[in-house]
């Protein structure tokens, strides 16, 4: 199967903005801009998916299942700040915002005793997704 990785394409780039005192700590900030965007085609998956349960179900029908389209697709662009720990060698905190938006396409056509059908769908969710970490300390 395909692996998530081998459809990711984007950059994050960080960028040094200078030191700030945490408490006891020196801090290094560090500013975060992420682009990402992703295609994971499941085509392959569908196509088992179905022959599994064609072949469990134990019928005997001649089936003609063509998945032209099957992709899932995320897109996200974040920025945030990383606060680096240079005494500790570690880092302090972690907050990244940005807008995330999933996909997905779908294209088939199936032919099976006598009757051809096909379908077309598309979908798309949009939000904003986030994550804050810190180390407590």
Do not use: N, P
């Amino acid at each position: 199967g395909q692996k998530v990785t081998e459809g990711l394409e984007g950059q994050c780039l960080c960028t040094f903005k200078g030191m700030r005192e945490g408490g006891e700590a020196r801090l290094a900030e560090i500013e975060i801009e992420i682009e990402l965007a992703a295609t994971l085609d499941l085509r392959e998956l569908i196509q088992q998916a179905i022959q599994t349960g064609m072949a469990q179900s134990g019928q005997e029908i001649d089936v003609d299942f063509d998945i032209a389209t099957a992709d899932l697709t995320a897109d996200y662009e974040g920025t945030g700040t990383l606060l680096w720990d240079t005494a500790a060698g570690r880092f302090h905190s972690l907050s990244v915002q940005g807008d995330l938006t999933f996909g997905m396409d779908l294209d088939a056509s199936i032919d099976a005793m006598g009757e051809s059908h096909s379908m077309e769908a598309s979908m798309e969710m949009s939000g904003e997704w986030g994550v804050e970490v810190t180390t407590g300390e």
